[in-house]
């Protein structure tokens, strides 16, 4: 019975032969998704969201015993320098803090913020009789005495952009600020620029 000599020979040429069709498809689809990333890109032009704490006071400040009443208040300017992207704002935490130590917490109400849009919202914070450490107590006095006292502002955010009608994912943003508040003098405040994250 004739048997025939090429038959080994044949199965590895085609099993590298599929290997490299795969290679050379899986290859393209790489590309061509980078591609379109790319144009994506340059077609939308992403820039950072910008943000500032436009006016600040305190009032109703009470240190005793290691423990802070007082009320905060902020307005925030959220600006979004994109021409086609907007942002859905699903839900915003905030926290005042001192000296890494959170005093208050406070929310925002859900909000959609178009492309080139300016937004300013209140945070308003109540600290009641929040615990400080010793240290962080001492520091707080001795800054309420040179009427300057130094606190942050965390935003904590669940955002989806828009561009078109497609939407993204949710994402989180997380923004921080530290204004520098007079006491004695809120209307001296100076805007501050914070730093936006994703």
Same mark, same amino acid.
């Given at each position: =019975?004739?048997?025939?000599?090429?038959?080994?020979?044949? @199965?590895?040429? +085609?099993?590298? !032969?599929?290997?490299?069709?795969?290679?050379? /498809?899986?290859? @393209?689809?790489?590309?061509?998704?980078?591609?379109?990333?790319?144009?994506?890109?340059? &077609?939308?032009?992403?820039?950072?969201?910008?943000?500032?704490?436009?006016?600040?006071?305190?009032?109703?400040?009470?240190?005793?015993?290691?423990?802070?009443? @007082?009320?905060?208040?902020?307005? /925030?300017? +959220?600006?979004?320098?994109?021409?086609?992207?907007?942002?859905?704002?699903? +839900?915003?935490?905030?926290? /005042?803090?001192?000296?890494?130590?959170?005093?208050?917490?406070?929310?925002?109400?859900?909000?959609?913020?178009?492309?080139?849009?300016?937004?300013?919202?209140?945070? !308003?914070?109540?600290?009641?009789?929040? @615990?400080?450490?010793?240290?962080?107590?001492?520091?707080? =006095?001795?800054?309420?005495? +040179?009427?300057?006292?130094?606190?942050? /502002?965390?935003?904590?955010?669940?955002?989806?952009?828009?561009?078109?009608?497609?939407?993204?994912?949710?994402?989180?943003?997380?923004?921080?600020?530290?204004? &520098?508040?007079?006491?004695?003098?809120?209307?001296?405040?100076?805007?501050?620029?914070?730093?936006?994250?994703?």
């Amino acid at each position: =019975m004739p048997t025939s000599a090429s038959q080994p020979s044949q @199965a590895p040429k +085609s099993k590298s !032969n599929l290997i490299r069709i795969i290679a050379i /498809v899986l290859l @393209a689809l790489i590309v061509l998704l980078g591609l379109v990333v790319l144009i994506t890109w340059l &077609v939308v032009k992403p820039k950072r969201l910008v943000y500032t704490i436009e006016n600040g006071s305190i009032q109703n400040f009470n240190l005793t015993n290691d423990h802070l009443s @007082a009320n905060f208040y902020f307005v /925030v300017r +959220s600006y979004n320098p994109n021409k086609r992207v907007s942002i859905y704002y699903d +839900s915003i935490g905030a926290t /005042v803090n001192y000296n890494d130590q959170t005093l208050a917490f406070s929310g925002v109400d859900p909000f959609y913020q178009r492309h080139r849009n300016v937004t300013r919202f209140d945070l !308003n914070f109540t600290a009641r009789s929040a @615990a400080l450490s010793s240290s962080v107590s001492k520091d707080l =006095m001795l800054e309420k005495r +040179s009427e300057k006292i130094q606190f942050d /502002v965390w935003l904590k955010a669940r955002i989806r952009f828009k561009v078109g009608a497609w939407k993204s994912r949710h994402r989180t943003l997380r923004v921080s600020c530290s204004p &520098v508040l007079e006491v004695s003098r809120p209307k001296s405040f100076r805007r501050t620029y914070c730093y936006a994250e994703l």
